[in-house]
């Protein structure tokens, strides 16, 4: 390019709509096609004549998934697609720290870069509906403001890097059972205020470039060619400028993916050039039956993405590979998720000093994780296990023995080892919960209860009443724990904590880290506690095709808390190794809004992270409205005996609800009351605030 000037297209000086206008000038109609589909498995064609490059995506969400082959869903069997495995969606969730959740997605940025990909497929912000949901480990939990605020920190932090993020699963896809075919009945309320709110913002403050419809229909449209989502409210409503692509095989007709929306086709099927979006959209074009001016604007959204993330231009952001920064952002993130559940009389944090021989029993304790769940698995750089992380903090200072205790398909003889280990240890340390195989956390299918699989109900009681000195370490979402959880002295949650897992895990057990994660999702006691096991199976898995969200708004504990019914564990619940005092509530009101302050003391002898929640509850709401509703947080770290001022602003705005007759937002003026707390069901500080009319 010596002494050429650069055409309009690839100078980075010139405005971006010049460049995509330029750009989208100079193609073919052939050529223009090309780019609006697949021609591999997670590739889209080059066009050489003009040096636009072949576009590479890739999964998503918890790291760069390894290469798969061009045309089959096999590994492609390279050697460098390794990746730093981050924890799992719901663990980021649980650190409630958005800051972290910017982290996340900027290592992953970096990486995909360094890999070589232009778009990556994640993260995924469908609200957890049901806990039976395969993929909710994937997702950020049941509420909309906490999945907003974790998803825009992930995708600034990832489109930093010069990738596009690619939210996802565009929308009201919360069950895999079905999820190719199942119609979702929701009314515009549940629409509004549950499930579309972190796509909102996910386009409205991260700017996210790429959305991927969903696999099922709403109200009887495709996700992926649904004139309602993706052309009224994505695009002319919330004024998305970036592409909508399919999710793999979402698209079933040319004429509704040309004219609802859809703007990149990707697939499984390996004949190409037959995608709806390929051949049969020229020739319907070709043919005037489809209009130009429809394929032009999804070429240009599709090059604006291409522009943007700095494809076509020479100082490309290079990225970079399972760095130690990478690694510890991993760390960080599994020891701000992990939650203790319970710890009575202080069993945790344990000294190994003071311990002969620690038992830890259990086969998520040696299992790898992180390649598991399909879409979103990793072929991780490394994997500490609970036990290769908790082997290696204890070191010589006291004995470790193993016993697998449960497994598929086996169990007496391992039962009485297990036992017999347990019986011969000072503590016990037990790491159970799910996996990643078929019909557990895993893409494809819902689980089919809430049970703990593999006898461990029974293997739980046995090993407490073996030694009563046993801490229970639960992998994967929720299950139901009421079998054992009276007996056991302490409980933590882990989630799926990523490949620096088992160093976190031994980090909190053994007191170098004070948990600070708080839950997502409410625990119930049973799963017919639930609010979409409520109504038959009308609402869950569905009947004759569709499902229909009958339980409207009241989605997680604002179901609960509405319909009071106890949970096992509530929604923003978590304990620390310190205490926390909430005092001095004030409230200010602003010209928009109110300022909400109050002071937060760190009462014990550590140091320690609280995450202070704020909820809303209308007086006398003029539609119905949960008891309450989250409407900030705020992660504060305090050393022991400091205190810390908090405040949380709220715009008009966040008072209001869906109006399904005014289609739109309504802040009535009324009476709020304010309430805070550590937990939706411990918020010792609450004072009430009028509304005034505007
Ligand atoms: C999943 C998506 C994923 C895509 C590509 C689909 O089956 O639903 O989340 O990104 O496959 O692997």
Redesign the pocket.
């Known amino acids: 390019m010596h002494g050429e000037q650069l055409p309009p297209f690839r100078d980075p000086s010139q405005p971006l709509e010049a460049r995509v206008d330029d750009l989208l000038s100079r193609l073919t109609i052939e050529e223009k096609i090309s780019i609006i589909h697949a021609d591999s498995k997670f590739t889209t064609a080059a066009v050489p004549r003009l040096g636009i490059p072949r576009r590479w995506l890739s999964?998503?969400p918890h790291g760069v998934r390894e290469d798969i082959g061009p045309d089959t869903w096999m590994p492609a069997g390279h050697t460098d697609d390794f990746a730093t495995a981050m924890p799992a969606g719901i663990c980021l969730a649980a650190t409630w720290n958005p800051d972290l959740s910017f982290d996340e997605g900027e290592v992953i940025g970096q990486e995909a870069r360094a890999r070589g990909k232009d778009i990556m497929?994640g993260p995924?912000v469908n609200i957890l509906r049901t806990p039976l949901c395969g993929r909710n480990f994937e997702y950020f939990g049941e509420d909309p403001w906490l999945a907003s605020k974790m998803c825009v920190g992930y995708i600034r932090g990832e489109q930093s890097e010069d990738i596009s993020s690619c939210v996802?699963?565009f929308a009201l896809n919360n069950q895999e059972d079905d999820r190719g075919t199942i119609n979702v009945e929701a009314d515009d309320r549940a629409l509004h205020e549950i499930y579309l709110p972190a796509f909102k913002a996910a386009v409205e403050q991260a700017g996210v470039w790429s959305v991927?419809g969903a696999?099922n229909q709403f109200r009887g449209q495709h996700c992926c060619e649904n004139e309602l989502l993706l052309n009224q409210i994505l695009k002319k409503d919330w004024g998305f400028k970036g592409l909508v692509m399919s999710?793999?095989g979402g698209a079933h007709d040319t004429r509704e993916c040309a004219l609802n929306g859809l703007d990149l086709e990707?697939g499984t099927d390996t004949n190409y050039d037959n995608y709806y979006l390929a051949r049969p959209y020229l020739d319907m074009i070709q043919a005037g039956e489809l209009p130009m001016t429809g394929l032009d604007e999804k070429v240009r959204r599709n090059l604006r993405v291409m522009i943007a993330t700095h494809m076509l231009d020479f100082n490309r952001k290079p990225g970079s590979i399972n760095t130690a920064a990478h690694q510890t952002v991993a760390r960080r993130v599994a020891e701000e998720g992990i939650v203790l559940l319970k710890n009575q009389n202080h069993t945790l944090p344990l000294d190994p000093a003071r311990i002969k021989t620690i038992a830890v029993i259990g086969e998520n304790a040696v299992r790898l994780q992180a390649h598991g769940g399909?879409?979103s698995e990793i072929k991780a750089f490394y994997e500490i296990t609970p036990l290769a992380g908790i082997l290696s903090r204890v070191g010589s200072k006291a004995n470790i023995i193993f016993s697998e205790g449960y497994c598929k398909g086996a169990r007496q003889d391992l039962v009485e080892r297990a036992i017999t280990c347990a019986k011969s240890a000072d503590v016990v340390i037990y790491v159970g919960g799910l996996n990643h195989d078929p019909g557990y956390d895993c893409?494809g299918a819902d689980r089919k209860d809430l049970k703990l699989p593999y006898g461990q109900d029974e293997l739980i009681q046995e090993l407490v009443a073996a030694n009563p000195k046993t801490i229970v370490v639960l992998e994967g979402t929720m299950v139901e724990m009421h079998a054992w959880l009276d007996r056991v002295p302490a409980l933590l949650q882990a989630w799926y904590p990523g490949m620096e897992g088992g160093n976190a895990l031994a980090a909190i057990l053994f007191g170098d880290v004070n948990p600070s994660g708080k839950l997502p999702a409410t625990f119930p006691k049973e799963l017919s506690d639930t609010p979409a096991a409520s109504f038959g199976a009308a609402t869950y898995p569905g009947t004759n095709g569709t499902v229909a969200y009958t339980e409207g708004l009241l989605v997680g504990y604002r179901w609960f808390d509405t319909r009071q019914i106890e949970p096992e564990f509530p929604f923003g619940f978590g304990l620390s190794y310190t205490t926390f005092a909430y005092s001095n509530l004030k409230l200010i009101p602003t010209w928009d809004g109110l300022t909400v302050r109050f002071d937060l003391k760190n009462t014990g002898d550590r140091a320690g992270a609280e995450v202070a929640q704020l909820y809303l509850h209308e007086m006398n709401p003029r539609l119905m409205r949960p008891a309450k509703e989250l409407k900030g947080f705020k992660k504060v770290f305090l050393q022991p005996g400091e205190k810390q001022t908090v405040s949380i602003s709220l715009a008009r705005n966040d008072f209001a609800y869906y109006d399904p007759v005014q289609h739109g937002w309504v802040a009535q003026p009324d009476d709020f009351e304010i309430l805070i707390g550590g937990s939706s069901r411990e918020l010792p500080l609450h004072a009430n605030f009028h509304l005034k009319p505007q």
Do not use: A, F, V
């Open positions: 999964d998503g497929l995924g996802k699963h991927m696999y999710d793999w990707m399909e879409s893409e």
